[in-house]
């Protein structure tokens, strides 16, 4: 599901760029949910991983700035996340309590899902602090929720959609970062 990097990664300078893809909803004239940028990274993130993998891998960034509803990514197997501002939200992930749990897509999800929360269990949670980095199998189910009240999550993430969880574990481990 997850593992914390053994390493804190420090990224103060960093600039979004360009808007990539978003998953929410507007209210009141604001967008209010998850966006994805390509970003500018003053740290290489792919020195977390072994050369020979890194052309599988891809550098972006999210801000969050609300309830993100329990749900599968889109494209992507596995990242790595480094928290440049946690916004005090805890992320979650969930097991089915059934070999059907109701989902549905929104109109961008591509093989993604949205899935009903009285269908899970919950299996395990982390509260990131700042510069923390963890690793995300984001095939599983899982959420992004505010603990205390709702503030921009920001996270620079290295991710792909060829290798799973356990091989990305694997090269962390390569790489002394696990």
Known sequence: ????LNHKINIEDY???????QY???????????????VQAGTDLYQLIPEQYRADF????????????????????????????TGDYVTEFYKPKHNNPSKRQIDNQVDGY???????LLAGM????????????????????????????????????????DSVCSMLQQTGYL
Do not use: W
Request: charged letters at 25%; proline letters at 3%.
């Open 1 to 4: 599901m997850f593992k914390r």
């Open 15 to 21: 600039s979004l760029l360009d808007k990539q893809t």
């Open 24 to 38: 929410g909803h507007t209210v009141d004239g604001e967008f209010r949910g998850i966006v994805y940028y390509n």
């Open 58 to 85: 891809y550098v972006s960034a999210f801000r969050i700035n609300d309830v993100i509803p329990p749900h599968t990514d889109t494209y992507d197997r596995t990242t790595i996340n480094v928290y440049v501002e």
């Open 114 to 120: 949205i899935f009903n929360d009285k269908d899970l």
């Open 126 to 165: 982390f509260k990131a602090k700042k510069n923390d980095a963890y690793v995300l199998d984001v095939s599983c189910i899982h959420s992004v929720r505010p603990y205390y009240k709702n503030l921009d999550r920001t996270a620079i993430n290295l991710s792909t959609h060829v290798h799973d969880f």
